[in-house]
T-cell receptor, first 113, second 117 residues
Framework: SQQGEEDPQALSIQEGENATMNCSYK?????LQWYRQNSGRGLVHLIL?????REKHSGRLRVTLDTSKKSSSLLITASRAADTASYFC?????????????FGKGITLSVRP | GAGVSQSPSNKVTEKGKDVELRCDPI?????LYWYRQSLGQGLEFLIY????????KSGLPSDRFSAERTGGSVSTLTIQRTQQEDSAVYLC???????????????FGQGTRLTVV
């Protein structure tokens, strides 16, 4: 079963605008990660935020984590056409032997030039 | 090699035949995952290997699917008596540490696109 659920499912914005994507999850986690996928092949890791962190930045990316609401958001500032891709959140379970990395269904981001 | 390598990159097989998909993880990575992704869908977890522990097979969709990881390195996913619904991209990923021992980013291969005709 999939732990994380992203929303919206699809997002279309103009180049230069900010893109905000959300992820909700069900069980406790050790960390939450965001990945990007182009053309339906291998995923590329973007950022990892641990359960004791609330916010993290990497270049134009900003990730927040609210463990009380079991949710995270990924903000891409000053978007570019090259940011067009699918974005996935991934979580691991904090619960012992069942802990493994599971992904949501993803968000399709289109950035119009 | 520098990254996770998967082979073949594409495989077309006839219904009923067996297939083997290979994954070479990054050297030294203790955790290895297999996922399946159908067109336009998310990643479906299949199986997870962590060090010398028994693998987590909870995501394998049927007993036609099996996987092994030899010597803590190369992994092979085998699908027996393939069906058309097995058609998908099969993705392998490895990470230095698994979730239970700290959790680190996963590195993905480019996947094997399996088409069952």
């Amino acid at each position: 079963s999939q732990q994380g659920e992203e929303d919206p499912q699809a997002l279309s914005i103009q180049e230069g605008e900010n893109a905000t994507m959300n992820c909700s999850y069900k069980t406790s986690i050790n960390n939450l990660q965001w990945y990007r996928q182009n053309s339906g092949r291998g995923l590329v890791h973007l950022i990892l935020i641990r359960s004791n962190e609330r916010e993290k930045h990497s270049g134009r990316l900003r990730v927040t984590l609210d463990t009380s609401k079991k949710s995270s958001s990924l903000l891409i500032t000053a978007s570019r056409a090259a940011d067009t891709a699918s974005y996935f959140c991934a979580t691991d379970g904090e619960t012992g032997a069942n802990s493994k990395l599971t992904f949501g269904k993803g968000i399709t981001l289109s950035v119009r030039p | 090699g520098a990254g996770v390598s998967q082979s073949p990159s594409n495989k077309v097989t006839e219904k009923g035949k067996d297939v083997e998909l290979r994954c070479d993880p990054i050297s030294g990575h203790t955790a290895l995952y297999w996922y399946r992704q159908s067109l336009g869908q998310g990643l479906e977890f299949l199986i997870y290997f962590q060090g010398n522990s028994a693998p987590d097979k909870s995501g394998l969709p049927s007993d036609r699917f099996s996987a092994e990881r030899t010597g803590g390195s190369v992994s092979t996913l085998t699908i027996q008596r393939t069906q058309q619904e097995d058609s998908a991209v099969y993705l392998c990923a490895s990470s230095l540490l698994g979730p239970l021992v700290g959790g680190t980013e996963a590195f993905f291969g480019q996947g094997t696109r399996l088409t069952v005709v």
